[in-house]
């Protein structure tokens, strides 16, 4: 399995902008579609966005469309998500997840076998 970390989380004020960074160890992610997923206090896991392995299809949710973007780099084994007009509904730990390439499902958690620890995203209003 693929081990992540992410990073770039932080305190931020609605409006402001955040780029999260997740690092893959253990393997090449170059053959995994790779996905960002957030969980609020209190709520359960959601879907943010996801990147085929290739990199030439993206997905997001509703709620982010527009305003996130998400991004790779194989050559260098990362995945970003970029984070713009950042409101308080946006507040929660961001997790990077991978999975084997599968071309459907992005949006399905329980796809993804290999996780990150999450980074921490807090927006005031």
């Known amino acids: 399995q693929v081990q992540l970390i992410e990073s770039g989380g932080g305190l931020v004020q609605a409006g402001d902008s955040l780029k999260l960074s997740c690092a893959a160890s253990g393997r090449s992610i170059s053959s995994h579609d790779m996905g960002w997923f957030r969980q609020a206090p209190g709520k359960e896991r959601a879907f943010v966005a996801a990147i085929s392995w290739s990199g030439d299809r993206t997905y997001y949710s509703d709620d982010v469309k527009g305003r996130f973007t998400i991004s790779r780099e194989n050559a260098k084994n990362q995945v970003y998500l970029q984070m713009n007009s950042l409101n308080v509904e946006d507040t929660a730990k961001y997790y990077c997840?991978?999975?084997?390439?599968?071309?459907?499902?992005?949006?399905?958690?329980?796809?993804?076998?290999?996780w990150g620890q999450g980074t921490q995203v807090t927006v005031s209003s």
């Open positions: 997840a991978a999975r084997p390439l599968a071309f459907r499902s992005y949006s399905s958690g329980s796809t993804y076998p290999s």
